[in-house]
T-cell receptor, first 113, second 114 residues
Framework: NAGVTQTPKFQVLKTGQSMTLQCAQD?????MSWYRQDPGMGLRLIHY???????DQGEVPNGYNVSRSTTEDFPLRLLSAAPSQTSVYFC????????????FGSGTRLTVV | QQQVKQSPQSLIVQKGGISIINCAYE??????FPWYQQFPGKGPALLIA?????SEKKEGRFTISFNKSAKQFSLHIMDSQPGDSATYFC?????????????FGKGTTLSVSS
């Protein structure tokens, strides 16, 4: 199993550009989530999903869209990038709620200039 | 309002000592409390987790203590080693129809000196 795969690993965007951060998991996990990590702020939940077609907003959803058309994929879209979205983004997946916990990808470092 | 408060922000412990990290939460609907460990340049990895109906859970050198009435929980690392130097996050999980929302504390950077 590859686990949770995030692409790209690094990205530089200009203000106003749009892009999609890709996340794929091959563990047949139902739950998937997106987080952003900023210095001193911990990990903040952006969006999450329990399966295809079902998503919900987390703590900091503004400026981001998600959709879940398959169990494996959970892309995160930045509609119009802003410098405030400069961050490290993590995707995570979990088989089910419980003590198994979430498995995290290795992250995408995004810089918006 | 920060739902999960973590302290201290940083911690320096001598090799062989005990590292203690504390967290507090507000929402009594949280039903699962994991701790994650993160090394620089890596994603967080699950370390240990507990449900609120259990007061303590131990896995090797790592122990979670949980106080439901006080809405507090803590991570104890016994016999701390230089390899334990990392950032530790507590978290709390809330389940709904869309899945589980995992809310994190701001993290504690642990340095174990040899």
């Amino acid at each position: 199993n590859a686990g949770v795969t995030q692409t790209p690993k690094f990205q530089v965007l200009k203000t106003g550009q749009s892009m999609t951060l890709q996340c794929a998991q091959d563990m047949n996990h139902e739950y998937m989530s997106w987080y952003r990590q900023d210095p001193g702020m911990g990990l903040r939940l952006i969006h999450y999903s329990v399966g295809a077609g079902i998503t919900d907003q987390g703590e900091v959803p503004n400026g981001y869209n998600v959709s879940r058309s398959t169990t494996e994929d959970f892309p995160l879209r930045l509609l119009s990038a802003a410098p405030s979205q400069t961050s490290v983004y993590f995707c995570a997946s979990s088989r089910r709620q419980g003590l198994h916990g979430y498995t995290f990808g290795s992250g995408t470092r995004l810089t918006v200039v | 309002q920060q739902q999960v408060k973590q302290s201290p922000q940083s911690l320096i412990v001598q090799k062989g000592g005990i590292s203690i990290i504390n967290c507090a939460y507000e929402n009594t609907a949280f039903d699962y409390f994991p701790w994650y460990q993160q090394f620089p340049g890596k994603g967080p990895a699950l370390l240990i987790a507990i449900r609120p109906d259990v007061s303590e859970k131990k896995e090797g050198r790592f122990t979670i203590s949980f106080n439901k009435s006080a809405k507090q929980f803590s991570l104890h690392i016994m016999d701390s080693q230089p390899g334990d130097s990392a950032t530790y996050f507590c978290a709390a999980s809330l389940a709904n129809q869309a899945g589980t929302a995992l809310i994190f504390g701001k993290g504690t950077t642990l340095s174990v000196s040899s």
